[in-house]
């Protein structure tokens, strides 16, 4: 399965999660077949409701997406895509892969009202 989370850093399985999906730097890449983490670059910053940011999540066809929380308009285009969307408190990609099984459906819906950790 491949999973894709949205991260502040690129630290590996030590990278923090992203609050907000359409100002997230990097996006990890976790194969959980290979056990591989990549962590690649946001090629496309916020742009309304981070539907770009999702046109750039599917180049690297997930199965899954993790996000602490996010615009209904990205979250909905990803679900469109086949894409399950689900929810994480958890800070690392280190930690939400090691807590997969005890995540659950996204429905943090951000309305991008007041500060988000990793915005500019």
Not at 17 to 36: M, R, W, Y
Not at 77 to 99: A, D, H, P
Request: proline share 3%.
């Amino acid at each position: 399965m491949r999973i894709i989370i949205p991260v502040i850093e690129d630290k590996g399985l030590d990278s923090r999660i992203c609050e907000h999906l359409g100002q997230s730097p990097f996006f990890a890449v976790c194969d959980t077949k290979t056990n591989k983490v990549q962590i690649n670059p946001n090629k496309s910053r916020h742009g309304g409701g981070g539907c770009k940011s999702v046109d750039e999540i599917m180049k690297h066809r997930p199965d899954l997406f993790i996000a602490k929380e996010m615009g209904f308009k990205a979250k909905q285009k990803l679900q469109i895509f086949g894409i399950r969307v689900f929810g994480s408190e958890f800070s690392t990609v280190g930690k939400i892969l090691e807590n997969l099984v005890n995540l659950t459906e996204l429905t943090n819906i951000c309305n991008h009202e007041g500060n988000h950790e990793c915005e500019f």
